[in-house]
């Protein structure tokens, strides 16, 4: 019943909250990416939108009056022919234009089949409008809108202007349309990964409880078998946890990545279309520069196109004129090829090999060509005699409008790239202004036709040459949508489009992660520039975020896991200890009986009134009563205690009332008085005895005999009070400190006269307050643990006056009130001290100059000899002794002498290093150790010694005295065994320097 109870605080407590945070947590997820699937398909619905509206000729748009007489017109049918090629790549189903007339929307150029349930045939009126449809008109801004709901159907719908360049007016609106329930089956299965994963760990944690709660149903044996499922419901919980964490992580990271890949396709699918509509814009200008209609100046032909080749991808500028067979004779004498084409007008027989050209009423010559070098093959070929081209040529002079090829090889061409020759139209009468409305019979009689040769992969890497960041990150592939099939033309860079397919469909495009399909009309032909990310853009922006979370969420479900099962393990532990510790206690109760009986100590328990319940027998030994005679007595009865020191009755604190639940306590060394009147000291302790509810249901007290402990301790107190009555009355200085601490527990009365402070103030102060040495030296510690342990220590105290005083500290452990302390005694040795220090200032010290005696001297050159041979490094020695120093003293008197040889001592210490040793050896005899100083640096010193006395003369009584000195300088060896050798040598240099005039340096060499 207990497992059951637990297992419902757990199901209220964890398990409900849990449930309740994945279902609510799968729901936000959910709705979170349904969100963002709704983003998503809006916003590539409006830059398509956006890209077509941008990519039609607005001359064209123009021309259109929105009413059913557009049908047929060039520039409608035009329009409705791209956007059926391009909506049928991108599979978009309903791609159409409206316009804004007489405050209503009419329909345009769109995608749909006549007879498609959708289609509007172009002025129809917009029945059901949305003021959001209105409101692109008004302020030029693209938008998405919906669902709404019109006489067409539920839709989303993306809307984008088609605007005049000149002043900014809205002339179009360009719509796509997703139906309202396609864009909400998109939404619905992009939550479904939330759901469903909601659902399995949902499944889980059921299966897991359930689990649990048929386990504790079953016998404790049969429990220990299936303890681990806690264990594997926190694994399986952690492992779908960290997947759907990876899952978010990755599908986050795609998004990112798909955005950035975006943009940069946006730009470079931009590069192209401007490169298309400059050629557009190129050629037209060539167009108008012939509508005048006069004969053909090559030169002017030139000069004109020149320009335009250096700054366009066009491979070549043409004119072609239309010539009748009756003036072929004069156009080919005026043709701008001499030089270049011996055979007129041209073209290719079924050989494919140049025949010249006849058995037609007009011929389409390429009559002059820019740049010349590299197209004079074209020169004379007549358009018209291949299929492809008179087809081209045939359209433009019916439409009126600039018309491509289909892609061809080019007559130029060597290579196997695709080429297209783009075809404007030139009438011999005045055009219309605008550039694009030389519809046939409007404007005259066709004159000819400008001309662009286009090389599509020359254009396509010409406009990749601004894409300056993010070369080789991006392929770019430049689709024909004319021919339905999606023919793949030109890619860049060039060598990348190795391996891929010649067709361009959805199949193809699915097989990459991130594509992007742009939209290109120019020349009356539909391009579409799809682009794929390369190795190189997935290694500049990797995506680890999904490995990475996912790693992380299993590390930690594995932890956790662990965790559990070592938190089972150690619940199974202890229910197998409870069990096991159940059973020893019902043995144990059974002994405890044995147990009291066996022990020496006295217990007693009692009932609630303070009545004898139970004794074991040494109780009934010590007291004289048997458990049947002190049966329901009171306890004071049985157990009398009296206070040993004057025999007043005593009370077991806890039992002076028992109900009250006095707090256990223990009387030390009480005396019990026996039923036969024999006295024992004893110790005993009393505590009440406790229901599990915490009412008391009687006394235990346990008592012992410590007699012999208490004569023992008796006399140890005796002992403590006669040393206190020594430590008080004694004249010499008595401390007793806490060893740890150096706290000052007791002083006696000379203590405080010789600090200056009172008893009390002492006994509030450390050891460290008035010892003035370093605190190293200070340690108080020692072994006070070892009964023999004596130290005896030298310090520097300072009393109450601020004075310092030297004294010698005493110390050694004793055992005092139970706890092990200092004892120490103080001696005062100042006076003592000052005369060592003087005493040995004098054994070391000479008294007149203050420097090192001989015999200290010789102590050092002999370390110093045994470091040289230990360690090798160098070391020297000068002799020093002033010249006629015996006149000074016979002359100026020994007064004199004496301030000679201070003044001598005093230059010496000036001029010599702080680690040099200057001694003086007797008399006039000086010595000086120079420890780390080689032959050169030795000599070199002596002689600056040596200028330093010459140079600075003595101040006497009387005046000033000049003297000099004569230096020997030697330095150590290997050789040297002993100190006497070394001043042997430098004694022999110094007397060189005497006898070669004094007042010089000589130095000498160890023997070899």
């Known amino acids: 019943m207990v497992g059951m109870r637990r297992d419902g605080w757990i199901v209220r407590w964890f398990y409900l909250p849990l449930l309740i945070l994945l279902v609510g947590s799968g729901w936000l997820l959910a709705e979170r990416r349904g969100q963002a699937t709704d983003t998503e398909v809006r916003e590539r619905l409006l830059q398509q939108a956006m890209e077509i509206a941008q990519t039609l000729d607005p001359e064209q748009v123009k021309?259109?009056?929105?009413?059913?007489?557009?049908?047929?017109?060039?520039?409608?049918?035009?329009?409705?022919?791209?956007?059926?090629?391009?909506?049928?790549?991108?599979?978009?189903?309903?791609?159409?234009?409206?316009?804004?007339?007489?405050?209503?929307?009419?329909?345009?150029?769109?995608?749909?089949?006549?007879?498609?349930?959708?289609?509007?045939?172009?002025?129809?009126?917009?029945?059901?409008?949305?003021?959001?449809?209105?409101?692109?008109?008004?302020?030029?801004?693209?938008?998405?809108?919906g669902p709404l709901t019109d006489e067409y159907g539920t839709f989303i719908s993306a809307l984008a202007p088609v605007l005049d360049p000149r002043d900014g007016e809205v002339l179009m609106v360009v719509g796509l349309d997703v139906p309202a329930d396609e864009w909400q089956a998109r939404i619905a299965a992009s939550r479904w990964p939330p759901i469903l994963g909601t659902a399995l760990m949902l499944a889980i944690l059921v299966m897991g409880v359930s689990a649990i709660h048929w386990r504790h149903r079953q016998p404790a044996a049969q429990q220990r078998r299936f303890q681990y499922f806690e264990t594997i419901l926190v694994g399986s919980l952690g492992v779908a946890l960290a997947t759907g964490a990876a899952l978010l992580a990755w599908e986050a990271e795609i998004r990112e990545r798909g955005a950035l890949f975006e943009r940069m396709a946006a730009t470079r699918a931009g590069y192209v279309r401007q490169k298309f509509h400059d050629i557009r814009d190129d050629l037209s200008a060539l167009a108008r520069f012939y509508q005048t209609g006069q004969p053909l100046d090559c030169d002017a032909f030139s000069t004109f196109t020149q320009p335009l080749t250096r700054t366009s991808a066009v491979q070549a500028y043409e004119w072609i004129p239309r010539v009748p067979a009756a003036d072929r004779e004069r156009a080919e004498v005026e043709a701008c090829w001499e030089g270049f084409n011996d055979l007129g007008f041209w073209e290719f027989d079924v050989r494919g090999e140049r025949i010249p050209v006849s058995?037609?009423?007009?011929?389409?010559?390429?009559?002059?060509?820019?740049?010349?070098?590299?197209?004079?093959?074209?020169?004379?070929f007549d358009l018209g005699s291949e299929p492809v081209r008179r087809a081209a040529l045939e359209k433009v002079a019916r439409t009126g409008l600039m018309t491509a090829t289909e892609p061809l090889t080019l007559v130029q061409e060597t290579e196997s790239q695709p080429g297209m020759r783009v075809f404007e139209p030139v009438f011999a009468a005045a055009a219309p202004e605008t550039e694009h409305a030389n519809a046939a019979g409007t404007a005259g009689e066709l004159h000819g036709f400008a001309l662009a040769v286009l090389r599509l992969q020359a254009l396509i890497d010409r406009a990749m040459l601004r894409d300056v960041y993010g070369e080789g990150k991006i392929i770019v592939h430049l689709v024909d949508l004319m021919r339905g099939d999606g023919e793949l033309l030109v890619a860049h860079p060039q060598e990348r489009s190795d391996g891929h397919a010649d067709r361009v469909d959805a199949a193809y495009l699915s097989q990459s992660l991130f594509h992007s399909v742009h939209p290109v009309f120019a020349f009356g032909r539909a391009f579409a520039v799809v682009l794929y990310p390369t190795p190189a853009f997935h290694a500049a922006h990797p995506m680890r975020a999904g490995m990475l979370t996912g790693l992380a969420g299993l590390l930690l479900a594995i932890v956790l896991t662990l965790f559990v099962g070592f938190l089972r393990d150690r619940q199974s532990f202890l229910e197998q200890q409870v069990e096991t510790r159940t059973t020893e206690l019902s043995e144990r109760e059974a002994d405890l009986a044995i147990t009291l009986n066996s022990i020496g100590d006295g217990v007693i328990a009692t009932d609630a009134e303070g009545r004898i319940a139970?004794?074991?027998?040494?109780?009934?030994?010590?007291?004289?009563?048997?458990?049947?005679?002190?049966?329901?007595?009171?306890?004071?009865?049985?157990?009398?205690?009296?206070?040993?020191?004057?025999?007043?009755?005593?009370?077991?604190?806890?039992?002076?009332?028992?109900?009250?639940?006095?707090?256990?306590?223990?009387?030390?060394?009480?005396?019990?008085?026996?039923?036969?009147?024999?006295?024992?000291?004893?110790?005993?302790?009393?505590?009440?005895?406790?229901?599990?509810?915490?009412?008391?249901?009687?006394?235990?007290?346990?008592?012992?005999?410590?007699?012999?402990?208490?004569?023992?301790?008796?006399?140890?107190?005796?002992?403590?009070?006669?040393?206190?009555?020594?430590?008080?009355?004694?004249?010499?200085?008595?401390?007793?400190?806490?060893?740890?601490?150096?706290?000052?527990?007791?002083?006696?009365?000379a203590a405080g006269r010789f600090y200056g402070y009172p008893v009390e103030r002492l006994c509030a102060m450390s050891i460290h307050d008035i010892n003035a040495s370093t605190?190293?030296?200070?340690?108080?510690?020692?072994?006070?643990?070892?009964?023999?342990?004596?130290?005896?220590?030298?310090?520097?105290?300072?009393?109450?006056?601020?004075?310092?005083?030297?004294?010698?500290?005493?110390?050694?452990?004793?055992?005092?009130?139970?706890?092990?302390?200092?004892?120490?005694?103080?001696?005062?040795?100042?006076?003592?001290?000052?005369?060592?220090?003087?005493?040995?200032?004098?054994?070391?010290?000479?008294?007149?100059?203050?420097?090192?005696?001989?015999?200290?001297?010789?102590?050092?050159?002999?370390?110093?000899?045994?470091?040289?041979?230990?360690?090798?490094?160098?070391?020297?020695?000068?002799?020093?002794?002033?010249?006629?120093?015996?006149?000074?003293?016979?002359?100026?008197?020994?007064?004199?002498?004496?301030?000679?040889?201070?003044?001598?001592?005093?230059?010496?210490?000036?001029?010599?290093?702080?680690?040099?040793?200057?001694?003086?050896?007797?008399?006039?005899?000086?010595?000086?150790?120079?420890?780390?100083?080689?032959?050169?640096?030795?000599?070199?010193?002596?002689?600056?010694?040596?200028?330093?006395?010459?140079?600075?003369?003595?101040?006497?009584?009387?005046?000033?005295?000049?003297?000099t000195v004569s230096v020997g300088v030697t330095w150590f060896a290997s050789g040297d065994s002993n100190a006497d050798s070394i001043l042997a040598r430098a004694d022999r240099a110094l007397y060189r320097a005497k006898d070669n005039g004094r007042n010089r340096v000589e130095a000498e060499s160890p023997p070899a």
């Open 63 to 145: 021309a259109l009056t929105f009413t059913a007489a557009d049908r047929g017109a060039p520039e409608f049918e035009r329009i409705r022919e791209l956007m059926i090629a391009y909506g049928r790549f991108i599979q978009q189903r309903s791609l159409y234009s409206m316009a804004l007339r007489d405050g209503v929307l009419v329909f345009g150029p769109e995608n749909l089949a006549e007879n498609d349930p959708l289609a509007s045939p172009p002025g129809t009126v917009y029945q059901e409008p949305a003021p959001e449809d209105f409101a692109v008109f008004q302020n030029g801004r693209p938008a998405t809108m």
């Open 359 to 380: 058995g037609r009423d007009f011929y389409y010559p390429v009559y002059a060509v820019e740049p010349m070098a590299g197209n004079e093959p074209a020169l004379g």
């Open 775 to 963: 605190p190293d030296k200070v340690s108080l510690k020692g072994d006070g643990s070892l009964p023999e342990y004596r130290d005896d220590f030298v310090f520097s105290h300072q009393l109450a006056s601020g004075e310092l005083r030297v004294v010698e500290f005493h110390a050694s452990p004793i055992l005092l009130r139970g706890q092990s302390i200092l004892f120490a005694i103080i001696h005062d040795i100042t006076q003592r001290r000052a005369l060592e220090q003087e005493m040995r200032r004098l054994a070391t010290t000479d008294s007149l100059t203050g420097l090192v005696n001989r015999r200290v001297f010789l102590a050092q050159v002999a370390r110093e000899l045994e470091r040289f041979q230990r360690y090798a490094k160098s070391a020297a020695l000068l002799m020093l002794d002033l010249d006629s120093f015996k006149k000074i003293n016979d002359s100026r008197g020994h007064a004199a002498g004496d301030s000679v040889l201070q003044h001598f001592a005093d230059i010496a210490r000036q001029s010599l290093r702080k680690i040099d040793v200057l001694g003086r050896l007797g008399g006039e005899e000086f010595a000086a150790l120079l420890p780390g100083t080689d032959a050169a640096g030795a000599v070199q010193l002596a002689e600056r010694l040596r200028q330093a006395v010459a140079e600075r003369p003595a101040e006497i009584e009387g005046g000033s005295l000049a003297y």
């Open 614 to 749: 139970r004794m074991n027998p040494a109780a009934e030994r010590l007291t004289g009563w048997t458990l049947a005679e002190a049966h329901g007595q009171p306890l004071a009865r049985v157990f009398r205690l009296v206070d040993p020191r004057n025999h007043e009755p005593l009370t077991v604190p806890a039992a002076r009332s028992p109900a009250g639940g006095a707090a256990r306590k223990k009387v030390y060394f009480a005396t019990l008085i026996a039923r036969d009147a024999a006295e024992r000291h004893i110790t005993q302790r009393s505590a009440p005895i406790r229901a599990d509810d915490g009412t008391i249901k009687g006394v235990v007290v346990v008592f012992s005999d410590v007699t012999g402990e208490y004569r023992i301790r008796e006399a140890l107190r005796e002992s403590e009070e006669r040393f206190h009555l020594m430590f008080e009355r004694h004249d010499a200085i008595m401390l007793l400190i806490e060893p740890e601490s150096g706290r000052i527990l007791d002083a006696n009365q």
